[in-house]
């Protein structure tokens, strides 16, 4: 570790031991405030070669889906791919995918704030974007798989001279609430802790950056009644978004357990759907954070104790999703039922096999591997296998509902389903676009909510006992 990072100044006497992982704590720093906010600012304005070829490779891809978008509406649905009886393919794959990664940013910012969490603070704001930018990409796919996409103002439930209303049964309606209302709570809970940071990057920027962090700032200037406003304000998103939170992905699990389809029509569905939502969110926030303290030289900020915490909450959640796969596993074997003796079979043994099995060990192994610290607080193997699981989930998700779709209770109504470039080069664009606005995002906004750190070294200090200098913490309020 560098010299900046384990910067430390211990209790006087020659003969005090600093334990490693006391001197390598964040709150803990001894740096002024302007050095931390250097630490944030000056990655912000370095944008290499790199980073210029990566997001324009990024934006190829991107207009290239929508390109595909466009052809899909010209041509109408069949180019994707879908087909009877598997009217629902990789487009609402996807949908469950982007939903389920959106679901992290809640689980570390709002959970760990309640609980008052204090290694959470360097990740929040990383965190909360995830969701946000994930939402974005979640939100397109009703657009996308309604097809007729000029006519989805017919969802929106306002008066008109032809006496129409949405169909409120539908699940489509209930997805576009669901997603409206967490995108706007969680896009608002990232805004309002922005607006400090936003206030440092203004009083540090000059040009172009100064003239917009003024207008995002709303005149910011650190006082006492500002201050209590937005910690108020703070305290009761972070509450009221965690139902929200948990009744999103259980209204997307609805859009099948409602059906009479074999395996989903099944009233597991919500809890599968809401661990497994936070068992891919946490892999890929743990994957973001890894590539950005790569990317813009975050050590100092985003240390081995973050790595090693989210690593543990990773294992957690893959282990919770192990049990409640396991569950719905054993209610289907014993229902016995000729169906769904065939949809297993199918991803046992046959056409759906090689997808199953890489699912597994995708899933599997890296919660094996992560029991270990060293696994853990690596972040090359952190980086590796938190991908891993969203590879694992991502084919889960397929399986789901395309894997599911092939085989019903008639027969002479079974078919397959492959994938087409079309509806593939949609999905890659939702994954540019995400890497895509992401990466803007990092370098236009501090990532790091410094002021949470400076708050919490507020409240971490050291005394010596005997020979050792240990951790104290005191209560603010």
């Not at 001197?23 to 720093?29: E, K, Y």
């Not at 930018?133 to 798989?145: K, S, T, Y």
């Not at 929106?156 to 209302?181: C, E, G, K």
Request: net charge positive; glycine share 8%; aromatic share 16%.
């Amino acid at each position: 570790m560098s010299d900046q990072v384990s910067r430390f100044k211990p209790a006087e006497g020659k003969d005090v031991i600093i334990p490693e992982d006391v001197r390598d704590q964040l709150l803990l720093t001894t740096e002024t405030d302007d050095e931390l906010n250097e630490h944030m600012l000056g990655p912000m304005k370095k944008t290499g070669p790199v980073f210029w070829i990566s997001l324009a490779i990024l934006g190829a891809i991107f207009f290239w889906g929508l390109y595909a978008w466009g052809y899909q509406i010209r041509w109408g649905f069949g180019v994707a791919g879908i087909n009877r009886p598997v009217y629902w393919g990789m487009y609402i794959s996807t949908f469950v995918f982007w939903v389920g990664i959106s679901h992290a940013g809640t689980m570390i910012s709002a959970v760990l704030r309640v609980f008052k969490a204090d290694w959470r603070r360097p990740i929040t704001r990383g965190a909360e974007a995830m969701t946000a930018f994930a939402l974005m990409m979640a939100g397109l796919f009703p657009l996308i798989h309604v097809g007729r996409v000029w006519k989805v103002y017919w969802m929106i439930p306002y008066p008109n001279n032809r006496h129409l209303w949405p169909n409120f049964q539908s699940p489509l309606m209930w997805d576009m609430v669901a997603i409206t209302t967490y995108l706007v709570g969680s896009s608002l809970y990232l805004y309002l802790a922005l607006i400090p940071d936003l206030g440092m990057a203004r009083d540090k920027s000059t040009g172009w950056r100064y003239q917009l962090y003024r207008v995002l700032a709303l005149g910011w200037r650190g006082t006492e009644p500002g201050w209590h406003k937005l910690e108020k304000a703070l305290g009761i998103f972070a509450i009221v978004i965690i139902p929200i939170f948990l009744s999103v992905h259980s209204i997307v699990s609805w859009d099948f357990a409602v059906t009479v389809q074999p395996r989903w029509h099944s009233t597991i569905l919500p809890i599968f759907f809401i661990i497994g939502a936070v068992f891919s969110g946490l892999s890929a926030l743990a994957s973001i954070l890894v590539l950005v303290r790569w990317g813009m030289k975050l050590q100092f900020f985003i240390r081995k104790e973050h790595l090693n915490n989210i690593g543990k909450l990773v294992m957690v959640a893959g282990l919770s999703w192990v049990y409640v796969w396991f569950a719905g596993l054993i209610v289907e074997w014993y229902g016995n039922t000729p169906v769904v003796k065939e949809l297993l079979h199918d991803e046992w043994y046959g056409d759906l096999a090689p997808l199953f099995w890489t699912m597994m060990v995708c899933n599997v192994l890296p919660i094996i591997l992560l029991m270990f610290e060293r696994v853990r607080t690596n972040p090359t193997l952190l980086l590796f296998l938190t991908l891993m699981v969203n590879v694992g989930m991502f084919i889960e998700r397929f399986l789901i509902v395309a894997g599911n779709l092939t085989r019903n209770y008639l027969p002479f109504n079974w078919g397959d389903y492959r994938p087409t470039w079309v509806s593939l080069s949609i999905v890659a664009m939702t994954f540019a676009g995400f890497i895509m606005f992401y990466m803007i995002f990092t370098r236009l906004i501090p990532y790091v909510p410094v002021w949470e750190v400076k708050q919490g070294r507020l409240r971490f200090g050291t005394r010596r006992v005997g020979r050792v200098e240990e951790v104290t913490i005191t209560q603010v309020d």
